[in-house]
Structure formats: C-alpha cells, structure tokens
C-alpha cells in the first residue's frame, strides 16, 4: 500500500519562534516529526514549508521539502497547494502530519492510511479515550462523539458527550480526545479548499467541522497506544526533552 505524508511547517509560531527548528535531543523538531512519517511505511514524506530556513534543514537531513506560499491560513490549505505542485492522481492518500508532533506513533500513520484504502473512505481522522477528567474538561483537548459505525457526529472544545449528573461518568459514556492527524484522498482534500469557511468551524476553530456541515463523513480510527504530545508551549517543549533525552 502506498500513501503520501505530508508535514505542513510555519516558521512563525505566536508562543515558540522558529518552532520546527528547536532542538530537541540533537536534531530539529521537525526532523524528529519527518523520521515518524518515514517509520510508518509511507512511500513519500515532504515537509510542507514557507521558510527557506526549514527548507534548507529539511533537506539537508535527506527528506523533500517544498516551499510554499507563506500567506496559507491553515496546514492543510498549504497541502492542497503541495498536491497542486506534485501533481498526484485523485486516489492518492495523503496524511496530514502536524510539524510539532515528535512523539507520534508511526503505527497510527499507517492505520489512519491503511485504514481508508480498505474501506474507501475519502476523510479520517483519529482518537482515544479519554485518560482522565482534566484532561475532558480543558478546552484544549477537542472532543469527538462518534456513531455506532465510529464516523464522526460533532467534535467541540466543550465537553460532549455530557452526563448531566456527573461529569465524570461522560469519560466511560463515549468520551474521545481528537488526535490532530489526518488523512484525505487527494480528489476530496481539492474539495475541501474549495469550500467555504463555515459557521461551526468559525465558533468552534475546528476546521473538520466544515466537512460535517457541507454532509461529508469523517471516518474516526481509534487508537490504543500512547497519546502524542505536541509542541505549543514552552512547558510542553520540555516534557517532550525530558521523554526523548534532552538535558
């Protein structure tokens, strides 16, 4: 099976400048995000990027990087325009891989990947249970309710599904944490930068709410390992130096 990663790269970052370039335990953030991609199988990773600086580096560390145009307002509006530039047929699958995610498990790529090609599905994304209450009731981590055939029915910041006698039993009724991966078939990843900003999406800053509200269908793979930190914070960027080795 064959499938594309694509890691979208911004220099800028409004808490940690020149993120995908930190150093951690040796080597560029960002290098540590492309080595995940290699492990998972994909038979092509690129870093998506509008920084020279990230370009340079990418490539240096043997992976393709493309520059792409710096005013892109999401991740995935700058795959769309890598898609555009390779040119890859409609039934490409592309996971879209978040830049400062260094702990992913290379075997969720490959799920997310492998999964869609058995079953047809043109969107996917994945999640995990819930650990614990904080985590549930913090508006950082994005919540998804799913169907009985696992797609997807809301995703919110709120805590949903929500048992009204106690917010504690809502973590063994249904409660998943979103895991900010994705993957699209080429032909619907066109599609869907063709769409409108929606309202939900708008209110919720969740861009796979505008898949929802235009009636398409966002398969959701569960996942059972250990959960991936990403990098937002600078407290976040030393408990992934203390995981992988760094003074």
């Given amino acids: ?66 520059l792409t145009d710096p005013n892109h307002f999401s991740g995935t509006d700058r795959i769309n325009e890598v898609l555009h530039q390779t040119g890859w047929d409609d039934e490409t699958i592309i996971v879209n891989l978040q830049g400062d ?16 090609r058995e079953l047809g599905v043109e969107y996917a994304t994945a999640a995990s249970a819930f650990r614990n209450l904080d985590d549930f009731v913090s508006p950082n981590n994005v919540k998804v309710v799913l169907g009985v055939d696992d797609y997807a029915l809301y995703f919110s910041r709120s805590m949903i ?62 996942y059972e390992g250990s959960y991936s930190i990403g990098v937002d914070t600078q407290e976040d960027l030393e408990k992934i130096k203390k995981i992988l080795g760094s003074d």
């Fill in 1 to 66: 099976m064959t499938f594309k990663v694509v890691i979208p790269s911004r220099y800028n970052s409004t808490r940690l400048a020149g993120k995908p370039l930190i150093e951690i335990a040796g080597l560029p953030m960002v290098i540590h995000v492309a080595r995940k991609a290699r492990l998972s199988g994909a038979d092509e990773v690129v870093v998506a990027t509008d920084d020279e600086r990230i370009f340079n580096c990418v490539e240096e560390f043997g992976f393709r990087s493309i």
């Fill in 101 to 116: 995610e260094p702990l992913m498990d290379p075997l969720l790529i490959n799920q997310v990947a492998n999964g869609m």
């Fill in 161 to 222: 599904p929500y048992d009204k006698s106690r917010a504690e039993d809502s973590l063994g009724q249904g409660a998943f944490q979103h895991i900010g991966i994705y993957g699209y078939t080429a032909k619907f990843l066109k599609l869907f930068c063709s769409l409108p900003k929606s309202n939900l999406e708008n209110i919720e800053g969740l861009e796979q709410l505008r898949a929802i509200e235009n009636h398409h269908k966002i398969k959701v793979f569960r």
